[in-house]
Every structure is written in C-alpha cells, then in structure tokens.
C-alpha cells in the first residue's frame, strides 16, 4: 500500500461525511431564492481547498454566481494540471417523486450499488466528483507525493449555462494557464468497465411563447372558434420531426460531421445491452432516429427535445378556459461542426415560419455551447488511461458522450488546451431527476485513481 493509499484509507470515513455537508447546502444557480446557498457553497468549496493543500485560494465574484480558484505551485518547470468542476446543482423538482429530501443526504444500498449509494441533489453532479478530486489532492499533498502543478476553478454556473466563465477566463486567462484542463462531470459505462469520455455534444436551448387571445377565454363561449394556443404549439412541437424522427428544420443537418463506418463499428463494440437498457427505463422500446443504433443516436447525431410545457390551467379540479398563452423549453444536443449560435437562428426562424394565422410566437435564446472531441493518443489521455488501468485492472474504453459540456470547447479557444473527461458516475445515477445517487466504490475508489493519473501525466510530460 503506497503512502497516499494509506492515507486515504485511514481519512475516508472524514472525506465521506465532509462530502455529506457539502450536499446539504441547496446550492440551485437556477433559483434567485438559493442565492444565498450558492454563496455559502461557494465558502465551502474555499475552506476545502485551504485545508486540503492550496497555498492560494479566492472567491472571485462574478455578475452571476462566484468562482472560486486555488493554486498548489510547487516548480514552473513541472506540467500544470487545471482541474474544473462545478458546486452548482440541478433544481430538485418534482419534490414528491424523491424517496428522500434532495438535501437531506441518505445512504442507500443497492443492487448497482451493493456497497451503498449517496441519494442527494449534486451527489453525482457535480459535487461528488469535485470532491473526490479535492481529496485526493490533500492526499497528494499531506504525503509529499504531489507531482504536478495543480489549480483549481470550480464554478456556480454550469447548470445554468456557465454564462459568466468565458469572461472570467478571457479575464485571466494568464492565471489559468496550464498545460490540460482535468473534468470530472461525465461517466463511464459500468462499476467494472472504466471508460474515458472522448466526445461531446454541444448544445442550444431556448423558450418558445405561443399567444393567441389578450387573456383566458371561456371554452364554452368562444372554443373552437378562437385559436387554442396549447394546441397549437403542441402541432408545432410535432411538426418538428418526421415519421423517421429526423428534425425537419431546413439546415439543421448541413454542418453535422460525418462518422465514418469504421468508427460506427468500433463505437458499437461498447458493452450495450439493449432489453436492460429498456427494462431500466420501463420503456417497451427506443424510437431514435431511423438508421442508427442507440448508441449511436446518444452521441454522435444531433437531437430536439422537449424539456418542459406549459399552458392554461394545471391545478386541482376544473376549469374550463380556453388559455391566451401556451410555453416550451426545447434543448437541441448538437455533434461536431454544428455552431449553437446557427442552430439557433435556424431553429428560430423556422419556428416562427410554421405559425398559423391566429397566434404570435416569440422564441428565447436561453444558453448554448460547441461539441468537443479529444484525441486519445496524448500524453494527458495516456496518463487517465493508464491510472484507470492501475486501479480497475482494464484498460479503459474510450467513448463519445451524449451530454454537453460547453466550456470544453470554451477551453480549447481561450486558453489553447485540450481536457481529459474522466468521469467517474454511472448513467444509471439518475442526474438531474429525482432521486440522484452516487455511488460510495465510485467515490474511494476514483479517489485513489486520480493520483496516479499526476504521478503518469508527470513522467509521460517530461
């Protein structure tokens, strides 16, 4: 047992209940109300890295949420490993489909986590994963065996777009400056079958508005005569797809990069059980698009759907109006080549083209960002394969992902790097719905995974 091992083993039970604090703070980016919670998250994560190692840490305010960064410095000469999260946190809603209070953290068992889960809101997303890399940080640094440069920039805005970090990195981009960007926000395909993510999809998200009457009508008076504008964003949303489930919207696929057959082939080589795929959901079957494989249609084709509508009247018992306005949120995952600033003029004027007379539509930008890939034959993706490999006994499948992470590209452009995804949840872990967990093996053991990844990164960088 190495001597950053035996640390870990002997502090594990402090590093889990640690953890379990910082998942009680309600820290939604999304909600002006948890403003407060996402400050004090944000003094959590400071005091975390201080007592972890940081010989430099600071909030940093921004016009949204704040950002906090830490330093480790120990020899320009050596590389520098920038690692990014985010303590922001999806909203919990629906609150009574949670088997628990979302920040009311619980340990649960179960059959794909028979050695305990986390049930908590940001458990898996992302709270889980930055600490884990918080930790094994201190771990590197209490036993003299850190051997990279190491800064850390976790934010309070990724699940609401990261609207203020391309700012924040223009601004100081000089100390951001590193040789690999290190992201834990991603999974890997199974407790036993490490994978590495080398793909994402980027992303465009907007609000659609139908109004037809200046206010709510009476159904019986004027229905069927006046335009339902519910009804008619709900033909509208149809619309948006043909039979085949292809998007109809002129030019949406002009930019879309072409796959070739030979990386199909080898993407549909991932483990892949269909019937469990399905049987997990409840689902009788997928209705992607036609010609391609699940797989194939969660990464590497583009996507519309729905997220959320709204309309009328929703609560206990009747009442029978005939609704003045009718909304949609719509998230539209894009591969590479696609630019979210196009998808959205395309999506937007297309929109608006197919509006019957009777009703107005407005459509709002909400946030986007680009698809990213990363090549697997470098240094930085060598150094997580190979830790991988130390603490799994495998070699890691590398694998496109279907989320979007838009500050990749963001990264990629500002400060000329390029990022290793090595996400440690399951997509099973239910991120972003009620009920979200993570599990305590994924935990420990990336915990004792990351550092070997510095150890590799500073011998394959010399």
Not at 449 to 456: A, C, G, R, V
């Amino acid at each position: 047992m190495t001597e950053v091992q035996k640390y870990i083993k002997d502090n594990k039970d402090r590093f889990l209940e640690e953890l379990l604090g910082l998942l009680k703070i309600p820290s939604v980016s999304a909600d002006p109300k948890y403003k407060k919670d996402v400050q004090t998250t944000a003094e959590f994560i400071e005091k975390s890295l201080t007592s972890a190692g940081c010989n430099h840490v600071k909030i940093y305010p921004t016009k949204g949420h704040p950002i906090v960064y830490g330093e480790h410095i120990i020899d320009k000469k050596l590389p520098t490993v920038l690692v990014y999260g985010h303590y922001d946190v999806q909203p919990p809603d629906p609150l009574e489909l949670w088997e628990s209070p979302p920040f009311e953290p619980v340990i649960k068992k179960t059959k794909i986590h028979p050695q305990g889960a986390i049930f908590a809101r940001g458990s898996c997303d992302d709270k889980g994963q930055v600490y884990m890399h918080i930790k094994a940080f201190e771990a590197m640094v209490k036993t003299k065996q850190l051997h990279c440069n190491v800064k850390f920039m976790i934010e309070g805005e990724e699940e609401r777009g990261s609207s203020n970090l391309g700012t924040f990195c223009s601004e100081y981009k000089e100390m951001l400056k590193c040789n690999v960007v290190l992201i834990s926000d991603t999974s890997v395909l199974a407790n036993d079958i490490p994978s590495i993510t080398v793909g994402l999809r980027g992303l465009s998200y907007v609000e659609v508005e139908v109004t037809g009457p200046n206010k709510d009508l009476h159904s019986g008076v004027y229905g069927g005569a006046v335009a339902n504008p519910v009804q008619i964003l709900c033909d509208m949303l149809a619309s948006l797809k043909d039979k085949n489930k292809k998007i109809t919207i002129p030019g949406f696929y002009d930019d879309v990069l072409v796959v070739s057959a030979k990386e199909r082939k080898a993407m549909n080589m991932a483990p892949f059980d269909k019937k469990h795929y399905m049987k997990n959901l409840d689902v009788e079957d997928t209705i992607g698009e036609k010609g391609y494989t699940v797989l194939e249609q969660t990464s590497i084709r583009p996507t519309l759907e729905i997220n959320g509508m709204w309309g009328g009247y929703t609560g206990e018992g009747a009442k029978t109006v005939l609704p003045s306005k009718a909304h949609a949120k719509i998230s539209m995952r894009l591969v590479p080549n696609q630019k979210s600033d196009k998808i959205t003029k395309l999506f937007k004027k297309y929109f608006e083209s197919i509006a019957p007379k009777g009703v107005k539509v407005k459509v709002t930008p909400h946030h986007g960002g680009e698809a990213a890939v990363t090549p697997s034959d470098t240094p930085e993706y060598l150094a997580a394969a190979m830790a991988m490999k130390t603490t799994y006994g495998k070699e890691p499948i590398p694998v496109r992902g279907g989320g979007s992470i838009p500050i990749v590209a963001l990264f990629e452009k500002v400060l000329k790097v390029k990022t290793v995804l090595m996400g440690f949840g399951l997509d099973s872990d239910d991120i972003h719905s009620p009920n979200e967990h993570y599990g305590l093996f994924h935990f420990y053991k990336r915990i004792e995974t990351i550092p070997y990844f510095y150890e590799n990164y500073s011998k394959l960088k010399r």
